[in-house]
């Protein structure tokens, strides 16, 4: 028998391994409470971007609903103006971005044989500078090398001959029928109409309801002091707006500036770039260079040599630097 010192002494035989499984189970807890979190955002998409989208729109149009009920009107007609001002905006903006898609998807096809005949162009020069690497020597494989071209072109051969006695059998499907024709034209245009009227619905909720969203949010946070928690979101709020606001504007000259320059260079369809310049900077970091890769492709397309696709580099390089310069002061 142990006496109670010894007892004291000895630990509790489960106790490290209760410990270690503990510690176990705390490594994975972020992990599942990030799948889950990963599972809900994707699964809930179709809902949750529509949301947030109007979480921002509302943010943004947010001051001008101030500066309209500055000037006597009530809060529905200044909510009501605002949305119609955006949806103006935003339709006007979708209606320059189709009509200069479709102009330039007829030249498209052109466009990409240019480009594929330039980087042929480019490989067959880079090969010619640096094929040393790659040529063959007397020895070390070459054989082999022999064998394995002389079996592909075999089987291209046979390839052919069997392509040639095959009987060519087009199948063709029946006509559409009038009600078939017009699911074809409906059915893809419902989804963006739908997810536009959650956007604007949702966004004249949250101007409407803005003080009481506000009110149930501190009720939410369980805060004791209620006049200090009342301002701090007022100001968060307002700063926020105005920060989105601002970098709408920036957003929109940056749109604007490249519009102008990208007309001037002669680039086909230069709306629709100066349009997904400017959306696309909304996105941190990489927005401008995705923005940058579509007409720099198009002015390697109309431009025979590299000069036009150097310069639509430099315009996109020039006016981001410039405009992230003065945004940080």
């Given at each position: ?87 103006c905006g935003i339709g006007v ?9 479709s102009t330039l998807s007829q ?120 006049h200090r928690s009342t301002i ?98």
């Amino acid at each position: 028998m142990l006496n109670l010192s010894e007892r004291q002494a000895r630990p509790f035989p489960l106790r490290g391994h209760y410990q270690a499984s503990h510690r176990g189970w705390d490594m994975l807890v972020p992990w599942l409470v990030g799948t889950i979190v990963a599972c809900w955002l994707y699964f809930g998409r179709s809902i949750l971007i529509p949301i947030i989208l109007a979480i921002l729109l509302s943010f943004l149009l947010a001051p001008v609903v101030a500066i309209i009920r500055r000037s006597g009107l009530p809060r529905t007609p200044s909510v009501i103006f605002a949305v119609l001002i955006a949806l103006c905006g935003i339709g006007v903006t979708g209606a320059v971005i189709v009509s200069q898609a479709s102009t330039l998807s007829q030249d498209a096809p052109a466009y990409a044989e240019r480009i594929a005949e330039k980087a042929a162009r480019v490989r067959a020069d880079v090969q010619g500078k640096f094929g040393f690497l790659t040529r063959e020597t007397p020895s070390g494989g070459s054989g082999h090398r022999a064998a394995e071209r002389a079996r592909q072109q075999g089987e291209r051969d046979l390839s052919a001959r069997t392509d040639a006695e095959v009987i060519p059998v087009e199948v063709r499907d029946p006509p559409l029928t009038a009600f078939q024709e017009i699911q074809t034209i409906v059915v893809p245009a419902l989804a963006p109409l739908e997810t536009v009227l959650i956007v604007v619905i949702v966004t004249i909720f949250v101007l409407f309801q803005k003080d009481d969203l506000r009110d149930r949010l501190i009720r939410l946070m369980g805060s004791s002091d209620l006049h200090r928690s009342t301002i701090a979101l007022d100001d968060g709020a307002t700063r926020l707006s105005r920060y989105f606001l601002s970098q709408f504007f920036v957003n929109c000259g940056f749109g604007i500036i490249i519009w102008c320059g990208l007309f001037v260079l002669g680039i086909p369809s230069p709306g629709l770039w100066g349009i997904l310049a400017a959306l696309l900077r909304f996105v941190p970091y990489v927005g401008s260079i995705v923005a940058a890769a579509g007409p720099i492709a198009i002015a390697a397309a109309v431009d025979p040599g590299w000069s036009l696709a150097t310069y639509v580099a430099l315009l996109f390089l020039i006016v981001d630097r410039s405009l992230a310069m003065h945004s940080s002061r």
